[in-house]
Each structure stands twice: as C-alpha cells, then as structure tokens.
C-alpha cells in the first residue's frame, strides 16, 4: 500500500466517525426537544444530512443511535490503556486513559447533558445503556487481564517456560478493576452534570480517582 493509500484510509475512516458521530448528536438533540419515541430515522438523517440508507449502515435501529454519543471511546481507552509505560500500576494507567479521553466529553458538556436527560427520560433506552456499558466494561477487563500478563511475562523472562493457564492474570481483578472504573467515570460525569459551574470536570474526576488509589478512606467531618 502506498502512502497516498494510507492517507486516504484515514481519511476515510475519520468522514465514517465524524458521520456516525453527526448521527449520535442529530438523534440526541431531536431527542432531547421532542421526546425519543416521536424521534423518527428520516428526521435524524436530515438533521444529520445524510439518507436513511446512510443511517443504517451506522446503526441496525433508530434506538441505537441514542444509546451510545461516541461508539469508538471505548476502543481508544483500551488501546491508551495498553500503551502506557508498563511500570505504570493498572489503576494509574487507566486513569491516566479515561482523562484523556473524557477530556473531550468535557468539551461537549451539552450534548452530554442531553443525553443523560434522554436516557432518564426513557427507560428502555437507558437498559441499553446499560447493556452497552456492560460490553464496554467486559473489553477493558480483557485489556487489563492483557496487560498483567505481559507485565508478568517479563517479569518472569529467563524463567522455564509455563502453560497459559499457570501464567493467566487471575479473573477477578480485571472484572473488578475494569466496573470500579466504569462507576467512578458515570460518578463524575453525573457529579459535574449537576454542578458545572461550581466545579472542574477534571478535579471531580481526579477526586473520584484519589479516593479510589487511597482504598475509599471515610471522609474526615
């Protein structure tokens, strides 16, 4: 492949997110102001400039466009998360990736603040919220039982060979860590949500992080 191939690869790919992305934040907002059911997909791809056809080859049903702003977060944490410098202990590396990426969740606290109203507002869009956290939450235990294990295997360089199962992170810590975290980002999103102009989204986030690496100490009174 050439570079120019390359390049138009690329671009390619960043049209395909941005047009998933206008979709998302075209179904929010018409959402938000006129209530998910009366929502139809010819309104959302209007809205988005694109055809319905378009529409579906983002999304299989009108409701998968509100469940999710941006589809591709959670790929670009797993792969923050797994490039950062190994000596880096689990919980540190991820938090280091979720403020990264919520950084822009930060810039976009409207369409943010839109969506939660959505979810809240409609019961069966928030299940699938839900479901899709779930799924997001099962990818980032399997980066994190990923990374133990690499850090393990060199750890153990120059050691007689094991089987995959003697050296498997154990399943309980990568479950563990990768729901931990899920809950502190949904804590400060919703923490800021309710007090923008009192507070820094990334000082909650910090906050909530801090309590967590101190092992959640009671609060002094």
């Known amino acids: 492949m050439t570079g120019n191939d390359a390049a138009g690869g690329g671009l390619r790919e960043r049209k395909k997110r941005a047009t998933r992305a ?18 139809t997909v010819e309104a959302i791809s209007a809205a988005a400039g694109v055809s319905v056809r378009t529409f579906f080859n983002y999304f299989d049903s009108r409701d998968d466009a509100f469940v999710v702003v941006d589809a591709d ?3 670009r944490v797993r792969r923050a998360f797994l490039a950062a410098p190994p000596g880096l202990p689990p919980l540190e590396a ?38 899709a956290q779930m ?13 133990i294990r690499a850090g393990d295997d ?27 975290a899920g809950t502190a980002v949904r804590v400060s999103v919703q923490h800021w ?10 000082g909650v986030f ?5 309590l967590l ?3 959640l100490p009671a609060p002094a009174r």
Do not use: T
């Open 22 to 39: 206008a979709l998302a934040e075209a179904a929010v907002r018409l959402a938000a102001e006129h209530g998910a059911d009366q929502v």
């Open 206 to 210: 910090r906050e909530v992080f801090d």
């Open 154 to 180: 060199q750890d153990a360089a120059g050691a007689p060979p094991e089987d995959d199962a003697d050296r498997a992170a154990p399943e309980l810590y990568p479950r563990l860590l990768a729901a931990v």
């Open 193 to 202: 949500c309710e007090r923008p102009d009192e507070v820094s989204f990334a």
């Open 135 to 147: 799924a997001d939450e099962s990818g980032l235990a399997e980066a994190i039982a990923r990374r």
């Open 73 to 75: 977060a959670s790929g």
């Open 94 to 131: 991820l938090r280091e990736a979720l403020a990264a990426e919520l950084r822009e969740a930060e810039r976009q606290h409207e369409l943010w603040s839109l969506h939660a109203r959505v979810l809240r507002s409609a019961p069966h869009l928030l299940v699938r919220n839900l479901g």
């Open 213 to 215: 690496a101190a092992g």
